[in-house]
T-cell receptor, first 113, second 116 residues
Framework: AQSVAQPEDQVNVAEGNPLTVKCTYSVSGNPYLFWYVQYPNRGLQFLLKYITGDNLVKGSYGFEAEFNKSQTSFHLKKPSALVSDSALYFCAVRDRGNNDMRFGAGTRLTVKP | GAGVSQSPSNKVTEKGKDVELRCDPISGHTALYWYRQSLGQGLEFLIYFQGNSAPDKSGLPSDRFSAERTGGSVSTLTIQRTQQEDSAVYLC??????????????FGPGTRLTVL
């Protein structure tokens, strides 16, 4: 069975500082990994995904994530946070060949000016 | 339309009533998913449709929940005899590539269901 953990309910950073939103996963095989963002009263928007190959994945709005197989992690990062990045972020994992995707509980990112 | 649409956006119902939630996927997307997002929780997988194949119902929490997809496009999620614990945001997503592959799911805005 696959699962995802987002250990932080809340992350607060100052505008202009780097941000990291943590995600660890558990799968029986090789994973597909995803990050989605949810703005208030909006649906989830795709940010980026890891399929195979380069462990550093670049996505929308300047976000990137690094796949670390030994640590089973897929942390989301951005070098310089913007106030507009404030939202709810979800990590998700799918074990290849399965139909369902497991989402983490979400991390609320607040970027203060 | 340009994205996944869901209706209604909000639904308030009384305990014991049946409700129907609708999802219009992106045109041409063969895969359709339903998820439930409860307050403070992550997304819970409910059901998956792929083309004309039998749906994967492994995530449905009880037999009060059912879903259908007509003509490989629009889907309806039905909850019978609603309970207060059914209150949540129900999200629909569609994707172009069959499940198990590296597809990207595109989400609708959700239907907020409140059971009084």
């Amino acid at each position: 069975a696959q699962s995802v953990a987002q250990p932080e309910d809340q992350v607060n950073v100052a505008e202009g500082n780097p941000l990291t939103v943590k995600c660890t996963y558990s799968v029986s095989g090789n994973p597909y990994l995803f990050w989605y963002v949810q703005y208030p009263n909006r649906g989830l928007q795709f940010l980026l995904k890891y399929i195979t190959g380069d462990n550093l994945v670049k996505g929308s709005y300047g976000f990137e994530a690094e796949f670390n197989k030994s640590q089973t992690s897929f942390h989301l990062k951005k070098p310089s946070a913007l106030v507009s990045d404030s939202a709810l972020y979800f990590c998700a994992v799918r074990d290849r060949g399965n139909n369902d995707m497991r989402f983490g509980a979400g991390t609320r990112l607040t970027v203060k000016p | 339309g340009a994205g996944v649409s869901q209706s209604p956006s909000n639904k308030v119902t009384e305990k014991g009533k049946d409700v129907e939630l609708r999802c219009d996927p992106i045109s041409g997307h063969t895969a359709l998913y339903w998820y439930r997002q409860s307050l403070g929780q992550g997304l819970e997988f409910l059901i998956y449709f792929q083309g004309n194949s039998a749906p994967d119902k492994s995530g449905l929490p009880s037999d009060r929940f059912s879903a259908e997809r007509t003509g490989g496009s629009v889907s309806t999620l039905t909850i019978q005899r609603t309970q207060q614990e059914d209150s949540a945001v129900y999200l629909c997503a569609s994707s172009l590539v069959p499940a198990g592959g590296p597809d990207t799911q595109y989400f609708g805005p959700g239907t907020r269901l409140t059971v009084l």
